[in-house]
Nanobody
Framework: QVQLVESGGGLVQAGGSLRLSCGAS????????MGWFRQAPGKEREFVAV????????YYADSVKGRFTISRDNAKNTVYLQMNSLKPEDTAVYYC????????????????WGQGTQVTVSS
């Protein structure tokens, strides 16, 4: 079965950095577009970034553009989210998602999801 496992979350001060990783198994990773989403308490899950199957195309939410970078290593079946200049409003559970056919910002079309990793940014 498909497994996506996020790691790298934690507590960081505002202005700091974290790098999230999402390891995938049970799917052909190099054929999947990979997205990152986040969900803060009491809020809906929101799009953060997506990278296409080859790593050649990326797309970001306006709220993270210029601060976050998504990348992937198909040899390691892993997608990354480098988060710099973190703000308290970035506090959320961060999820990775996979889709062979969808490359976009809506959550519903992604069939595969990880369990999430908590990111907390203190002011």
């Amino acid at each position: 079965q498909v497994q996506l496992v996020e790691s790298g979350g934690g507590l960081v001060q505002a202005g700091g950095s974290l790098r999230l990783s999402c390891g995938a198994s049970g799917l052909t990773f190099s054929r999947n577009n990979m997205g990152w989403f986040r969900q803060a308490p009491g809020k809906e899950r929101e799009f953060v970034a997506v990278v296409n199957w080859s790593g050649g195309s990326t797309y970001y939410a306006d709220s993270v553009k210029g601060r976050f970078t998504i990348s992937r290593d198909n040899a390691k079946n892993t997608v990354y989210l480098q988060m710099n200049s973190l703000k308290p409003e970035d506090t959320a559970v961060y999820y990775c998602a996979a889709s062979t056919s969808y490359f976009g910002s809506s959550a519903a079309p992604y069939p595969h999801w990880g369990q999430g990793t908590q990111v907390t940014v203190s002011s």
